[in-house]
């Protein structure tokens, strides 16, 4: 039976070229989508392209969507080896050269963590009895270099002054749920990692990133693969570890 791989956020952007790249090396990949008619047009692109993909609905506000997830994957497929937690935001409120910390609203900190560090948790959790099935799970968390607290705290970074609080501490949030659940799966088959894309040409990271998507996905493509990845528990960018 082929491999199975669920993305999230995979309508657009990394999610959709991680979709794309995985499809390509034989994995039946599950875009995750919220946006219907976007996912629907992401699905249908890939299918054009002659790749193995199938499409749900998934909401990561909406904890009923982790209920039919689960079931959809349950039902149609009996394991999930790939869980690539993609989705991400960062909050209108906020601005990538500003350092908030002082001022960022609740409201912000909690619509932020929401999406890009509860959800992550609870759907994992949700899947996790479906990746204990595969022979070979692999949970790729996507992070960013602004969860780095190692980096935040030194001003000689380039990415020093990147401050925007509630995104970073969210990633950095996430980052310590990757190392955590890598201890809890230590005697499993399953491998937990971060994945620092790079800074990457989408809605996200706008067009003055240097990187295009193709190679923004490399990342999280590398870790979800397990001739590749035989390790658990780091932070990694273009197969480098790089500090948390
Ligand atoms: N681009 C970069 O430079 C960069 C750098 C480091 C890390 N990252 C991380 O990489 C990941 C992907 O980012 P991207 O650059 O591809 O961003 P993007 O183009 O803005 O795409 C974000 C994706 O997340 C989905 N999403 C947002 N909120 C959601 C929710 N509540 N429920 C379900 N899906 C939701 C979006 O779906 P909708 O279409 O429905 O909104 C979209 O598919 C994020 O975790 C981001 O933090 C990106």
């Known amino acids: 039976m082929k491999k199975i791989a669920l993305i999230t956020g995979a309508n657009r952007g990394i999610g959709l070229e991680a979709s794309r790249q995985l499809a390509q090396k034989g994995i039946k990949v599950i875009m995750a989508s919220r946006n219907q008619n976007r996912g629907t047009q992401a699905y249908q692109q890939l299918l054009g392209e002659g790749l193995d993909v199938d499409l749900v609905k998934l909401d990561m506000n909406d904890p009923a969507d982790f209920d039919k997830v689960y079931n ?24 990538f050269g500003e350092n908030n910390a002082d001022k960022i609203s609740s409201t912000a900190l909690k619509e932020t963590f929401e999406v890009n560090f509860f959800s992550i948790i609870n759907l994992t959790q949700k899947l996790l009895p479906l990746i204990k099935k595969s022979e070979q799970g692999r949970i790729t968390n996507v992070s960013s270099i602004l969860g780095s607290s190692t980096v935040h705290s030194d001003d000689t970074s380039g990415w020093y002054g990147v401050k925007p609080f509630a995104y970073n501490a969210s990633k950095a949030a996430l980052n ?26 989408t809605d996200l990271g706008t067009d003055a990133a240097p990187m295009e998507v193709q190679q923004g996905a490399q990342t999280l493509v590398e870790l979800s693969l397990d001739e590749a990845t035989d390790f658990s528990g780091k932070f990694i960018h273009l197969g480098e570890e790089i500090p948390w």
């Open 72 to 95: 959809h994957i349950n039902e149609n497929y009996g394991k999930l080896d790939i869980l690539v937690n993609n989705a991400g935001i960062i909050h209108q409120e906020e601005n």
């Open 176 to 201: 310590s749920f990757t190392v955590h659940l890598a201890a809890t799966l230590k005697d499993t088959n399953i491998k937990v990692n971060s994945a620092h894309p790079g800074w990457v040409k």
